[in-house]
């Protein structure tokens, strides 16, 4: 251990979008900042690779929370504010139009709310006051208060709503864009989702998730923060109630007076050596993904299909719940990299299809089995999605699927939960005095979400007590 003097004011768990927005404001304020990265490149499961010649992104099908250029007083100009960065910086290009399909009704939506209202007073006339009243209700609602009361999304919107299929309609994409809890979010999530992404809507970098983890790196190290790739944290040393040093997997011992961890509250809480689950009773999550992503040798537009994203349900109602197989087909999310409005084409076609997925049915497979698995579930989720959408599979040229597997690899959650526990801990406070937590089960989601929990922690925990 190093003498007397800490090595760091700030030691960040995870080099996810949090982890770096959080070390960005702090490095601001001159605060020596230090984050932690098990892997060789930051991004969490919001990264990307580059396999067989083709650079392909993880987890970001598309950010919500756009708005134009001007707006000010929303979640993206808000997160640019505090980053010091210009909406140039992300080099976002906006969606072209996105559907909910189900088998009785279709619904659009844009970057313009008022198509999706539209959208829901023409399939659904006897439910348009109510979904005004909805809409109220949310504008109203401040989903960002650390100190609110969880209330179930299910039993709010059921109280304005009394349409199922409408009901199951508007959440199935805010669900699989953020939701931890089997069937149900809680309400300032949703509202957190509905306004991200019904009132203002998607966008995609150009160039892919690369942009914005780029443009993190930069300014971060820019400030003069610190990023150690490759230096996972094994173990969290406390005295007197207090983290007195982090000891990295190579052995090496860092100290700070503060610790942020991105990582999930219970994998957090793993690192503490009085760590027992009976003492905190946090469920653990749940809900994980297959996605299979395939490269085409030509646009997705050339087929016939122009539309940005397809979230979509095959059975008579949504049901959001993990799996009792490997995989669930039976609804999910199509996403076109290509059909959002570029400057320019990418460099070859894209679609990608995300169905929910058992991450102990997919880790209790044995090496063999599992490669054998993944090619069975691409064949059922292409089956599945060439009855919504223009056949392409005459024209894949590399396809690659990532399992719950992956995603427990990539991002040290417990069952490969892509939103962490269901039990969101607002403040980021822990039992620990100086510990504290931020990023997916801090409860602010989605890619911007993410940041602004970063933030939101540094600002509270940090900037305001010193």
Not at 23 to 37: M, N, P
Not at 100 to 128: G, H, M, Y
Request: proline share 5%.
């Amino acid at each position: 251990m190093s003498g007397s003097a800490m090595d760091y004011d700030v030691l960040i768990i995870g080099a996810g979008m949090s982890g770096l927005a959080a070390g960005i404001r702090l490095a601001y304020f001159d605060k020596r900042v230090c984050i932690l990265e098990r892997h060789h490149r930051v991004g969490g499961l919001s990264s990307y690779y580059h396999r067989k010649g083709y650079d392909i992104d993880v987890g970001l099908h598309a950010m919500t929370n756009y708005v134009p250029k001007g707006v000010r007083l929303t979640p993206l100009p808000k997160l640019l504010r505090q980053l010091k960065l210009q909406p140039e910086d992300f080099d976002l290009r906006q969606q072209r139009m996105s559907v909910t399909r189900f088998p009785e009704k279709t619904l659009r939506f844009s970057n313009d709310f008022n198509l999706f209202v539209e959208e829901v007073n023409r399939n659904f006339p006897n439910q348009t006051d109510n979904f005004q009243k909805l809409v109220a209700a949310i504008r109203d609602y401040d989903e960002l208060a650390l100190d609110a009361k969880p209330l179930s999304a299910r039993e709010v919107v059921g109280s304005y709503i009394s349409d199922p299929l409408l009901v199951d309609m508007l959440f199935c994409p805010l669900m699989f864009y953020g939701s931890a809890q089997e069937n149900d979010i809680e309400f300032g999530q949703f509202v957190i989702m509905f306004k991200g992404i019904y009132c203002e809507g998607f966008a995609r970098p150009q160039i892919g998730i690369r942009q914005i983890l780029d443009t993190l790196v930069k300014k971060y190290e820019g400030h003069g923060g610190t990023l150690r790739l490759r230096n996972g944290v094994q173990s969290l040393r406390v005295s007197n109630g207090r983290v007195e040093a982090a000891v990295l997997d190579s052995g090496e011992v860092l100290t700070a007076a503060r610790i942020i961890s991105s990582i999930g509250y219970i994998e957090t809480l793993r690192l503490l050596p009085d760590y027992q689950p009976s003492r905190f009773p946090c469920d653990e999550g749940q809900m994980s993904l297959v996605e299979s992503v395939l490269v085409l040798d030509k646009e997705p537009v050339e087929l016939g299909y122009d539309t940005t994203i397809t979230f979509y349900n095959g059975s008579e109602r949504f049901s959001y719940r993990k799996p009792d197989q490997l995989v669930d087909v039976s609804s999910g999310v199509i996403c076109c990299p290509n059909n959002f409005q570029l400057d320019k084409p990418l460099p070859e076609g894209m679609i990608r299809i995300t169905n929910l997925a058992n991450y102990g049915l997919w880790n209790a497979l044995n090496e063999e089995e599992y490669k054998a698995r993944k090619a069975v579930s691409l064949e059922q989720a292409l089956e599945q999605v060439v009855k919504l959408i223009p056949d392409f599979r005459g024209s894949i040229v590399y396809s690659d699927v990532f399992t719950p597997k992956t995603i427990h690899r990539f991002t040290g959650h417990i069952n490969g939960a892509v939103y962490g526990a269901p039990n969101k801990i607002k403040n980021g406070a822990t039992h620990i005095e100086n510990l504290f937590i931020c990023g997916t089960d801090q409860g602010f989601l989605g890619i911007v979400g993410s940041m602004l929990s970063g933030i939101s922690m540094a600002n509270y925990h940090v900037l305001q007590k010193t």
